[in-house]
């Protein structure tokens, strides 16, 4: 894929360690994306005018990440019309449950689509069966994948006999 | 659009109330949507079935409501490779709480992306901008409903402002 | 005083009950207010303007409620060097503790003046207290507010053991 | 007992230490287990086969343990008839109150028999109430097992006593 | 069956309608029950005497609710060997989050098979599904009624499909 | 003071360190007390016993520390007409929420004067403040600690105050 | 009993409906109390003097009720040696949770006794308690009230044994 | 300026690394402030001495820091007419939450204004806002404190690129 199709945005350089796996997650199925360190609170007309010029410049889906008070998710929404998946991000109190509730409950008619609080993962995955909805090779692959995931079950469970085996039970 | 691209999943017919705003809102954009009663607890095959199916059958995007313990649209999630919405519904206790937490904390690798305690009428619109990231004309329309929404906060506020001349303030 | 100086904001009209008590509290104290509907994620770019020009039309306080994934008093808050104090308004679920996170827990850099749940009368209350900070005539009325509440209680009390007496007690 | 007659599962093999202390208990009590990695999301059919063929292969009793967006419990008890129970397992945030609530939270006709957040023993233990519900010579260890906790609190309080003593109180 | 294999125990007769339906469950399945008022807050003595009964006059599962500082299942399960199925009732406030912490927290040594908040049915079905875990016929009527939940599932599914196509959707 | 008055009781020796503060409060005000481990779920009958002939026995006050599903409190009050105060002990999870709860949501007829979370110290105080309602000198031992609270306070702004003007502030 | 050895204490006449029971109680043991509206928030040095002056004037416990940010109880006892008892009134939001944590979570070194959301007959009960402690006639009569809180259970149970019999159960 | 206008207080010197912060922020616009350790538990008079003296001795705001049970920022505001601004400390349990609502919940009457759990920083600078609400001098640093924020956000998104770059993504 040619361009970045994904924009990550977060509020803080702080938070690219829970958004990271996001972009791994796109690296996987190699997924173009860009990233960038956007405030809501800090920086609202930058914030507005990004998101305001995402679809214009190729990209398909935002992943929003922010913690407490954490409206970037839906002020990213509110100002365009792709598809946003927010990430709450645990502060040091209240474990995320601040950020979950700030992110997941927006008014009817501004949707972010909200994944666990520190699931940068699956924020990546989740854009990837987006993309993947029109694109069936895509599609494929996240078969495959999720394929690899069964089967990596599968040998834990082997591990795991082989373990209570060894231990004579 | 011909044939329905979004498959609407709950657990019994007594959550159509809470769903069926999903599906007008997939009128509203003239997306074509079935509509299935399917639950995790009593049908699990049937559910998986359904699931594993809906791909080949030319859905793209699944909105799955449930409450309480919420196990449907995880379990939807793990059975197909689109993108699952997932709608918690508020039961008599817990204000939607347990219905939340049961969608949204999902594992790595399975992403549900989860809309508002009883946001029907969002996982709908999310449905819309997830298949308009691949269909300019219906980003357009996504568009044109930011702005009427837009719209109506001003005739609001002009209202209001006519109430508050009229009260003489 | 001449013209308003509090800028009461909601994100729909449908707030005006629980905001209403705060310009009601402003008018026992003679202090100009307007009031508008502006929403943070329908109007993201108005609601920054009027943000933005709050200060330099005269305004020196600004309210603001909202409710769920409460991000206006915040966005208010982003954009202005105004003092903002923010309502949460509970929703039909989880009694406002979401409204409360989304608004209370901002961070370092972009504070919100947060009052109790449904809290319209008391921020109205802290208006003229803030505006009372400079002025010393404000002040005094606001001393005088607090004698009557006193008074009140007392004669609440009064009424009490007379409704004791007569019950013979 | 000859034989497996209590089914161990979990969702990977990460939970062996929480669930470990159930096979333990059920060691101490003699009777057969054994312990697979099952997961929901990640392998449902092979899940709901295992579950279905659960009764068949001689288990009367099935412990499940999962966190966060816990499936695991719910859905095995979707698809055997025997009992279930579950082990909520917290994970980093939270403190496990959303697996609590996605395990006990169960709609009517499916039920599954919660312990306590991280309870693998109790959950051992609760196995072998419900297997000596119809074995009197197993309910006598029991009897023994709830009278040996009894002395060894008294022990405790001894203890407590003389230390108490020493410490010239 | 013979005489009263489960025993229904609650603190108060209010907590009848509650504890009903597990008893409407077990006459499902022709399983003979019996149903005591017996407070652990106010008749300790009677409540741990009956408990400690219970086995000998042939019980075989105990079915608990309560409500609040809900401890009759914790008390009953640590006066008698019998599987206890706690059912947390929802009192005036807090939704049942209290009865359900009272209840499901027990310490190791002496589990409670916690059902859902409200769950009286759930805990009727529990009590079929352990007594089943030894007795085949028993467990037989389990699948059938596992089945017959499945049928309404689909049948609810058609009346669904018939609304719609009735609707013109 | 002859002989002990007030009865510090625990589920387990591992609750020593969060009910030794309750000790050393008595300590200091020279009020005699025993101390035991008895437990609700692990020895119900040799619990009662101790309640049923606590008043008997001299004592006048029962602490009673407990944690998760904490029963042992309120278990007490049940059998003895002495005043028993309750000390939630937070366990790994929850925080102690759930030890709270379920020491303070008491049904009418049998209270339980719940203090903090940990608040051993706090349980120590309030019992020789209920042993003072009845007795002069005690009371006035109370004052005079509640004097030198006052002191250290005002000594400790002192501190700060120099602390302040030492840093040129 | 002569003069009022009980006070009872509220922030508004509204709170008398959750309080009254309190009253009721201590009737029920003809222990003489009064009760007063003195709000923390609008009276306070009315509400201190009333505290520091409550001893002196012969009471020898205060039951003290708030809602939401309720400080009235634990400024009553920073204010008087007496015992202080809290009753924790919920508001329209949240159900108590803040009353009740507003209340019980005192710093060391100034107790409140704690009773449950709403729990003004408790409060009531435990006051009479307190005062039992040194007072053995009124001790017997707390042991009576405990006989008949059992007797009351005891009759219950055997209504419902007739209305199970009745119903051909 | 001269002499302070800020009042810092806090019921304990070990809440002094919660509240510099304050301190610091108010340095950074050159505001005067002092810092007392007062304790509305401890020093309930004292507290509302210097409460009622406060506007009278030149302050014109007061921050006040509270954990548990918080009832000093109430307090001071039941006994002020300046705004009061609260910050709830975050003791070893319950990650602030009791502290929030301790202090967040207010009766109609007497706002506190409270800011994020932890938030000393953001308390300073809401104090700095109103002020500057009378203040245009102020008000234009508290603007150019925003550009500032804006300023490092870039350079944060600068960094990030930088970085990413560098890792050839």
Do not use: C, K, Y
């Given at each position: 894929?040619?361009?970045?199709?994904?924009?990550?945005v977060m509020g803080s350089?702080?938070d690219?360690?829970?958004?990271?796996?996001?972009?791994?997650?796109?690296?996987?199925?190699?997924?173009?994306?860009?990233?960038?360190?956007l405030s809501a609170h800090?920086t609202p007309?930058?914030m507005?005018?990004?998101a305001?010029?995402?679809?214009?410049?190729?990209?398909?889906?935002v992943?929003a990440g922010a913690g407490?008070a954490a409206h970037l998710p839906g002020m990213i929404a509110?100002?365009?019309?792709?598809?946003v998946?927010g990430v709450?991000r645990?502060?040091?109190?209240?474990?995320?449950?601040?950020s979950?509730?700030s992110i997941?409950?927006?008014?009817?008619?501004?949707?972010v689509?909200?994944?666990?609080?520190?699931?940068?993962?699956?924020?990546?995955?989740?854009?990837?069966?987006?993309?993947?909805?029109?694109?069936?090779?895509?599609?494929?692959?996240?078969?495959?994948?999720?394929?690899?995931?069964?089967?990596?079950?599968?040998?834990?469970?082997?591990?795991?006999?082989?373990?209570?085996?060894?231990?004579?039970?």
């Amino acid at each position: 894929m040619s361009g970045p199709v994904v924009g990550i945005v977060m509020g803080s350089d702080s938070d690219w360690p829970t958004m990271e796996p996001a972009a791994r997650a796109l690296d996987e199925f190699d997924v173009g994306w860009e990233a960038h360190v956007l405030s809501a609170h800090r920086t609202p007309r930058r914030m507005l005018e990004w998101a305001e010029g995402a679809a214009g410049r190729g990209l398909r889906v935002v992943v929003a990440g922010a913690g407490g008070a954490a409206h970037l998710p839906g002020m990213i929404a509110a100002a365009t019309p792709l598809p946003v998946i927010g990430v709450p991000r645990a502060l040091d109190r209240l474990d995320g449950l601040d950020s979950l509730l700030s992110i997941v409950q927006m008014p009817a008619g501004v949707p972010v689509a909200t994944v666990s609080i520190g699931g940068g993962r699956n924020a990546g995955l989740l854009a990837v069966r987006i993309l993947a909805a029109s694109d069936e090779a895509l599609r494929a692959r996240v078969e495959e994948f999720q394929a690899a995931l069964a089967d990596s079950v599968v040998a834990r469970d082997a591990q795991l006999q082989e373990r209570l085996a060894t231990a004579g039970e």
